[in-house]
């Protein structure tokens, strides 16, 4: 069955990306989102220090780093629905471990599950999923898919707080990873099978190992870019409500954050559809300007006005530094390489941005506000985007 890869009418396609944009919902609800909701939650139930429960979410990401690393080779053993079937069930298994945890040692098997669930339903397994389907429209595509992850911010972070409030923990995260057992492995093992060699693109028979790969300047350049990007972002978005608190309330804080997650679907649905055959290194590098411009905002404003203005700025370039990576990596390295580039910059980056909520936390200990933490977070934005300006290879 011929599949046009490039076209509108690749319907196969698109129905494997509405399949990933649900993967993304429920994988960053439960793997991303929820680990943050388990840390307010485990400290009020049993009076854990904070740092306990936070050193346990670094561990989660540092797990996920090193197992998303595998997962090409995982994939070309199972296959995609099959690792993607296991590690909802995975996940969804690591959520109750979190939640019925009595001891702290307990902590230490929740980690291990979760971080395992949370690599098979990350952006690396986004990118397996909906690549091979796609050529010139996998940027849509992905933005797409992307979206998922956003939507399942937006969604399910309050249905969290609504659900441990009625239920308690315990039954909060029963409901949610009964919910995605039940959403993403029936979907998966229906349509994440194989696609057709048609819908393939031509791949070298041959893709290079990950020490000739962790060699090349292109690949250092673009992992180290979006580890500085992410390392930003994600430390920004754990201490933002902390830093609005003050001047918008609990509340509004909360709001100015769901602020963020509606901006970052909608920048990253306007690039997808802008893109085209732009110099996508420039274009990443415009993003992280827009989100420095923010985060200066954010650093600097004392009044609703600029903190809303970098709300939106940052917000813009959110959900565009986890789709980039991908689009890049499809045009900087040949496509039997594209899989691993991907794995490994998704698990190089998770690995350092593991470490942001404490060091910007720490930095603000130490100067007693954020101006400082916020100030490192633009400075890294800005060295990111110099680093993607370099021209490394000739674009292929």
């Known amino acids: 069955m011929a599949i046009n890869i490039s076209g509108n009418d690749n319907r196969e396609g698109w129905r494997v990306a509405r399949v990933a944009f649900v993967v993304a919902v429920f994988g960053w609800g439960l793997g991303f989102y929820g680990v943050a909701v388990y840390v307010p939650a485990l400290h009020e139930a049993h009076g854990w220090p ?94 797409f898919a992307f979206n998922g992850a956003s939507a399942g911010g937006l969604l399910l972070t309050p249905l969290w707080a609504v659900l441990i409030g009625h239920l308690g923990l315990p039954g909060a995260a029963f409901l949610m990873a009964a919910a995605t057992a039940l959403a993403v492995c029936p979907l998966a093992a229906r349509f994440l099978a194989p696609p057709p060699c048609a819908a393939m693109p031509a791949v070298a028979a041959r893709p290079s190992s990950r020490r000739a790969l962790l060699g090349q300047r292109a690949f250092l350049t673009l992992s180290l870019a979006f580890a500085l990007g992410l390392f930003a972002q994600i430390g920004l978005v754990t201490h933002l409500i902390t830093r609005l608190q003050p001047l918008f309330g609990t509340q509004l804080a909360a709001l100015a954050l769901s602020l963020v997650t509606v901006c970052a679907i909608a920048g990253r649905t306007l690039l997808g559809r802008l893109i085209g055959d732009r110099d996508r290194r420039r274009i990443a590098a415009g993003n992280l300007l827009l989100q420095a411009a923010g985060t200066v905002l954010l650093m600097l404003g004392d009044d609703a006005a600029p903190l809303i203005a970098g709300c939106v700025l940052f917000g813009l370039g959110f959900g565009n530094l986890t789709s980039l990576p991908p689009l890049i990596a499809q045009r900087d390295f040949p496509p039997a390489d594209v899989g691993t580039v991907v794995a490994l910059v998704t698990a190089i980056n998770q690995a350092v941005f593991a470490l942001a ?40």
């Not at 904070?50 to 780093?65: D, E, K, N, Q, R």
């Open 50 to 143: 904070i740092a306990t429960v936070s050193t346990a979410v670094t561990a989660h990401y540092l797990v996920g780093a090193m197992l998303i690393a595998c997962l090409p080779a995982a994939y070309r053993r199972l296959g995609v629905a099959r690792v993607t079937v296991i590690g909802a069930a995975v996940a969804a298994c690591g959520a109750m471990a979190w939640a019925t945890a009595r001891e702290p040692w307990q902590l230490v098997p929740a980690v291990l599950l979760s971080g395992a669930g949370w690599s098979a339903m990350s952006g690396a397994a986004l990118n397996a999923m909906v690549a091979p389907w796609f050529d010139r429209d996998r940027p849509r595509a992905m933005g």
């Open 357 to 396: 909520p404490a060091s910007l936390g720490w930095l603000r200990e130490q100067s007693g506000d954020y101006a400082l933490s916020f100030l490192v977070a633009a400075m890294a934005q800005l060295t990111a985007a110099g680093i993607l300006t370099l021209r490394v290879i000739p674009r292929r």
